[in-house]
């Protein structure tokens, strides 16, 4: 095969808005019908192949290392639900995992339930939306896709017999839950631009041909879901935009004729999501503080009737998440980036912290699914520490560690050492990031370093442990993870300070942070990569743009690049969705901001350093063409000599491959590229 790049023919095509005219020379690329386009992805990966021959026995040491550090015979730590023990388990060579359950005791026999490596074992890929058991234990709905366009088909299968019945429901997307007398089944469904706009009610053991709809949100800018009071007297269906939200209620008992019902009219820019507990319902709110509260409200009253306030406005202190137990209240909460976990007792209001052992951590909601309970899980996890699951007892106040996540081929964290730093951008704000590598390092300016991205939806950046990076900090690299604006680490107003026409701070943050490694002799620009995927991807390629001086690598994955035209175009999915995240280009100060960023639009003549770019063929959320027409432009236009590459994974969608070790092969391959652009050969 020829050395040269497949440099993608120039078709002439323009775009005219707001008086501006934009070309658009590969325009072409979009039409997946076109044999030409599936002959030109193809063209693309032979060459990122053949430019990546040479860092084939790094890539397999990589693979190597990083199978060397899972634990392939896994099983999770097991929790209680009605009369069964759950778990799931993954065994050596196997791709997915398998669930399980045992009746009344974790050392009752194990009944295997579903297992994905069965269900996967005639499709190139799979995806399990989710898996209900219904309330008495008899039932399971599952939903699986097995394109990776994020399209489920919501089968159901008897758990006496472990046989499938034949009802199947198509297209439906990623939520549903049972009603709490197993009567019902409650499903999302997509609109044509794939927002998920109704909710159907299934009667089960019926034909789906009877199935009602029992909620439509018409407004293109909101989406639905589903979920359970954790009590599970209530089934709530919610509303929600980038800025706004509704929620709706049914009972859990109620029969065919009943309707959801709203809880508080939504108001735009508040939003709320509810809980229940003795006849009120619990409002996580943001109306009235910028980082959410919480009160109560009873049922079926107005929003101004006999409001309790339980956790009141907290400057500084974000309230992420609730649980809702019978005797406490579990609050997820975060201060300055960091975060906590506040348990209330019910009976007198009093509330504790727990105390935690590193300075940088991260936690989560663990499964909890019983409201009647005595202790409840979280999840721990550092950037140097492997994952843990705890038990906290709500009688005495102790936690127990359940289960710690290994390394088997070998892991001291005491070996790192992780911290939080400052850089301080242009308009004096200081931009956080999370800085770990290993305790010997000398900032003499010639190590290597990966600062990493996102930046988007008020997404926080967690500092939690990834396996693959252990690759990176064991050659000596330096890990930035990057808290810029438009993400949500330092709360709400650090989200809204980086989006729409404030977009661009998200980008200059990042750059200060790359040069604030640089300056701090962390690193120098010809050691530094940078990755970021999906809207992470649009903040490394607008940033690339800009400075293409600052690094020596850059893996995009997925990344959203050509804003200005997917913006414009309503009949991609999520796009009318996105416009409080974005703007609506409709406007042309919005379609002003965009022009000035997109990286699609803002490719010119310079030399670029070496790049990585991944796609998905069957992507609904970033299509494949907007990665495939960066490339092609980037190619045109690039006056240096560092490779330009395109990986797209014909068989995948947004999230990449699926089963575990396809999974790790893809970081493998990602982690060769960085690696042999910054010099390592082993």
């Known amino acids: 095969m020829s050395q040269s790049p497949p440099f993608a023919a120039e078709r002439p095509f323009e775009h005219r808005e707001h008086g501006v005219t934009r070309r658009d020379p590969f325009h072409w690329l979009r039409n997946r019908e076109n044999p030409e386009v599936i002959e030109h992805l193809k063209a693309e990966n032979a060459y990122t192949e053949l430019k990546m021959a040479g860092a084939k026995p790094l890539e397999a040491k990589l693979y190597e290392e990083l199978i060397g550090r899972i634990e392939e015979d896994w099983e999770s730590c097991p929790y209680r639900d009605g009369d069964y023990f759950y778990t799931s388990r993954i065994a050596k060579g196997q791709s997915y995992h398998c669930y399980c359950r045992r009746l009344g005791s974790i050392e009752s026999p194990e009944e295997v339930y579903f297992d994905a490596n069965k269900a996967a074992a005639e499709h190139d890929y799979f995806d399990l939306a989710y898996l209900e058991i219904s309330p008495d234990g008899r039932w399971l709905a599952y939903a699986i896709d097995t394109t990776g366009d994020e399209e489920y088909e919501l089968r ?31 499903y999302t469904t997509e609109s044509a631009t794939r927002r998920a706009d109704k909710v159907l009610r299934h009667r089960f053991g019926t034909s789906p041909d009877l199935d009602r709809l029992v909620y439509e949100e018409p407004n293109e800018h909101f989406f639905v879901g589903l979920y359970s009071s954790q009590d599970r007297e209530y089934v709530f269906a919610y509303s929600i935009s980038k800025e706004t939200s509704e929620v709706h209620y049914l009972s859990g008992y109620a029969d065919e004729q009943a309707e959801f019902q709203c809880i508080l009219p939504r108001q735009t820019g508040i939003r709320y999501f509810a809980e229940h507990r003795n006849g009120r319902f619990l409002l996580r709110t943001n109306q009235g503080a910028v980082d959410f509260r919480l009160i109560s409200i009873p049922v079926g009253s107005g929003p101004t009737e006999a409001v309790e306030e339980i956790l009141p406005d907290r400057p500084g202190v974000q309230l992420k998440e609730i649980l809702n137990l019978k005797s406490h209240l579990i609050a997820f909460e975060c201060i300055r980036g960091q975060d906590q976990i506040r348990v209330l007792n019910w009976a007198d209001r009093s509330s504790v912290v727990l105390e935690m052992p590193d300075p940088v ?25 492997p994952s843990a699951v705890y038990a906290y007892d709500l009688r005495n106040g102790r936690s127990e560690c359940l289960k710690s996540s290994k390394v088997p081929s070998g892991h001291n964290p005491d ?13 004096g704000t200081e931009i956080p990031m999370t800085l770990f590598h290993r305790r010997d390092c000398v900032r003499d300016g010639l190590a290597p370093a990966l600062i990493y991205g996102y930046g988007a939806y008020g997404e926080t950046v967690s500092p939690g442990f990834s396996r693959g990076r252990l690759s990176y900090l064991k050659r000596g690299f330096t890990i930035a993870l990057a808290h810029v604006r438009g993400g949500g680490f330092l709360g709400e107003e650090w989200y809204q300070s980086g989006k729409l026409e404030k977009k661009r701070n998200s980008f200059d943050d990042f750059i200060r942070c790359a040069e604030y490694l640089i300056e701090q002799r962390y690193t120098s620009s010809e050691r530094l990569a940078a990755e970021g995927g999906s809207a992470g991807g649009l903040l490394v390629g607008s940033v690339v743009n800009e400075r293409p001086d600052l690094f020596k690598a850059v893996l995009a994955c997925v990344p959203f690049v050509d804003v200005v ?3 414009l175009d309503e009949s991609i999915p999520l796009t009318t969705f996105e416009y409080e995240e974005w703007g609506d280009p409709r406007n042309k100060t919005f379609f002003d901001c965009m022009l000035s960023y997109s990286p699609y639009d803002n490719v010119k003549p310079q030399a670029y350093p070496a790049m990585l770019v991944t796609a998905g063929l069957n992507d609904s959320r970033v299509q494949y063409w907007e990665p495939a027409k960066w ?52």
């Open 631 to 682: 490339v092609a432009k980037l190619r045109r236009a690039h006056t240096g000599t560092a490779p330009i590459l395109l990986k797209t994974n014909l068989d995948a969608g947004h999230g990449g491959a699926t089963g575990r070790y396809a999974a790790y092969q893809e970081v493998a391959f990602e982690q060769a590229f960085v690696l042999d652009q910054l010099g390592f050969s082993q």
């Open 156 to 186: 159901f299968r008897d758990l006496q017999t472990n046989e499938d019945l034949d009802t199947l429901i198509p297209a439906v997307s990623a939520d549903g839950e049972w009603s709490s007398d197993g009567r019902h089944f409650y």
């Open 361 to 385: 951590y991260t936690l989560s909601d663990g499964n909890n699914e019983e409201y009647e309970t005595d202790h409840f899980q979280f999840g721990y996890a550092s950037p140097i520490r």
């Open 565 to 567: 035209s997917t913006m």
């Open 415 to 427: 070996d790192y050492v992780v911290e939080r730093h400052y850089a301080k951008a242009a308009d």
